[in-house]
């Protein structure tokens, strides 16, 4: 049991399990600023993600994420989306840890995540089925650590917000 949390909810899952979709919805709901890392770095760098990995490669594109992250960690109160590679750093996990804010899990099915990432094209880690499947399943035991877990396969965007609402958080 934590006691002296901070006002941060991370929320974190793989791609397309609507970390950014949500925490909009969620932030709208509690009245906290809203923060999505992919979009701070995308700022900051002043060029998308797919761009940062094609210039500088995933290694250099992860020490501006953890910079990115430790920034707005600093935030409070805030609804914080993480990406769907953030958590499973183990430096990362530690910062959040540290930051004693609470860490939901978007758990949805690989079957869903698949079909909609496939519909959009600028995801650098989404190229085949089997290279996805594969890194959801080495990824799954890291995403099993957060505190919370939400499922969202069939369910909207608003009602994820609102099952998070309903979670014993603070
Ligand atoms: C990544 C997911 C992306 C983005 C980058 C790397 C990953 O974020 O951070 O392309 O490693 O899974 P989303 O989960 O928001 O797509």
């Not at 609804?79 to 769907?84: K, N, T």
């Not at 978007?106 to 089997?130: G, K, M, Q």
């Not at 650590?145 to 009602?159: H, K, Q, W």
Request: one cysteine or more; charged letters at 25%; glycine letters at 10%.
């Amino acid at each position: 049991m934590i006691r002296h949390r901070k006002r941060l909810i991370y929320l974190l899952g793989f791609m397309g399990s609507g970390k950014s979709t949500v925490g909009q919805l969620l932030a709208r709901r509690i009245g906290w600023p809203f923060i999505d890392l992919d979009s701070t770095i995308e700022a900051g760098q002043g060029a998308s993600i797919r761009d940062i990995f094609e210039r500088v490669g995933e290694p250099f594109f992860r020490q501006i994420e953890r910079a990115a992250l430790a920034e707005i960690s600093k935030s409070e109160p805030a609804v914080i989306a993480l990406g769907g590679g953030t958590w499973v750093q183990d430096a990362n996990l530690e910062l959040i840890r540290n930051t004693g804010g609470a860490t939901v899990w978007l758990d949805s099915s690989v079957e869903e995540l698949r079909r909609r990432c496939a519909a959009i094209t600028n995801r650098p880690l989404f190229r085949d089925t089997e290279s996805f499947v594969q890194l959801y399943n080495q990824r799954l035991p890291y995403y099993q650590l957060a505190e919370f877990r939400v499922g969202t396969d069939g369910f909207t965007p608003e009602e994820v917000a609102e099952r998070i609402l309903g979670l014993k958080i603070f």
